[in-house]
Structure formats: structure tokens, C-alpha cells
């Protein structure tokens, strides 16, 4: 299951809250902000994809996320190198570090974490 493009705009303002009103939602989106029915139908269709959950208050829902942003996106980047770079994750990172443009001062830095990683492996 996957979120549209505005369904992860809304979940990264709820990841970044931990739990929020719609208001608070609505606050935490730049000007033009969007219509209320706008995100309360983007916040039902999130709830009934199994995304997020509310408690109720009265009237009021507040919502929470059900998914990390570190496992939603690990997924995400797991099928993407499974499905476009045939699950071979150096064709991955040979096209990440050419075609990012990334700085010396960044590849480093990169290096370092693989370094890192290595080192914490078993063999």
C-alpha cells in the first residue's frame, strides 16, 4: 500500500507533529493552504489505507501516524532498487553517487557510514 504525493506531504506534517488535530495540520502547511474538506478526505483515505488512526475528543479526532517514516521509506527505497536497478543494490549506488551530484566533502561522508556499516556487520 502507498501514498499519492499529497497523501505524503500530509503524513511527513503528522510524522513531524507525532499527533495533531486537523487544525494543527492545516497550520503546519505554507500558504495557499489547502481547503479543510481537502485534508479531511486526505486524512480518511490515509486512515482506511491503514496509515493512521485518531483518537476521539469529543467531536475532534486526533490523529497518529501507524507507520515510521524510516519503514515507509525503507520500503520505498527497497523497491525501488529491486525495481529499477535489479536488485543489486552497488548498480544503486554507483547511479545515487554519479547522479546526484554529490561533493567530495559528501561522498566522504557516505564512505564513512558504509565504513561503519562494515565494521558493525558480522562476517
Do not use: C
Given at each position: 500500500?502507498?501514498?499519492?504525493k ?18 494543527d ?42 507507520v ?31 547522479e ?7 561522498l ?16
Amino acid at each position: 500500500m502507498q501514498l499519492t504525493k499529497t497523501e505524503e506531504d500530509l503524513m511527513n506534517y503528522l510524522w513531524k507533529l507525532e499527533k495533531a488535530f486537523m487544525k494543527d495540520l492545516l497550520e503546519a502547511y505554507p500558504e495557499p493552504k489547502p481547503a479543510n474538506t481537502t485534508v479531511a478526505t486526505l486524512l480518511k483515505r490515509m486512515n482506511d489505507k491503514g496509515f493512521i488512526a485518531y483518537n476521539l475528543f469529543g467531536n475532534s479526532r486526533e490523529y497518529y501516524p501507524l507507520v515510521k517514516k524510516k519503514d515507509y521509506f525503507s520500503k520505498h527505497v527497497n523497491g525501488l532498487i529491486k525495481n529499477f536497478f535489479n536488485d543489486s543494490s552497488s548498480q544503486f549506488a554507483s547511479f545515487f553517487t554519479k547522479e546526484t551530484n554529490l561533493s567530495k566533502l559528501e561522498l566522504q561522508e557516505l564512505r564513512a557510514i558504509i565504513d561503519t556499516e562494515i565494521k558493525n556487520k558480522p562476517h
